[in-house]
Nanobody, 124 residues
């Protein structure tokens, strides 16, 4: 059973930065595709960024050139560096994992393991 725990959320002003951390209970390297999702009140769960089991990264258009996903295999951790934050980035952010590869990284139904989320609030 894979357990994921997110941290690093908080409240910042528009233009600020946050770094989210997802710590896994298993070794991630080369076996799991990982992703960050977010969900704002009244909206669906949106794929933000992913790192495949082959370390390929993909981003939602809305966060390209502002967010960076990375992984520390030694620490079983996944990160999301978020720069130039906007009020519309405010949401609960979730870490997700699936063993192997997925062709629908942005679809939350592709992932079987989820953390409980960390809140990000960006004020204007």
């Amino acid at each position: 059973q894979v357990q994921l725990v997110e941290s690093g959320g908080g409240s910042v002003q528009s233009g600020g930065s946050l770094r989210l951390n997802c710590t896994a209970s298993v070794v991630l390297y080369n076996e799991y595709s990982m992703a960050w999702f977010r969900q704002a009140p009244g909206k669906g769960r949106e794929g933000v960024a992913r790192m495949s089991s082959a370390a390929i990264t993909t981003y939602a258009e809305s966060v390209k050139n502002r967010f960076t996903i990375s992984r520390d295999n030694a620490k079983n951790s996944l990160f999301l560096q978020m720069n130039s934050l906007r009020p519309e980035d405010s949401a609960m952010y979730y870490c997700a994992a699936v063993r192997g590869a997925t062709t629908t990284w942005h679809d939350f139904r592709a992932y079987g393991y989820w953390g409980k989320g960390t809140q990000v609030t960006v004020s204007s």
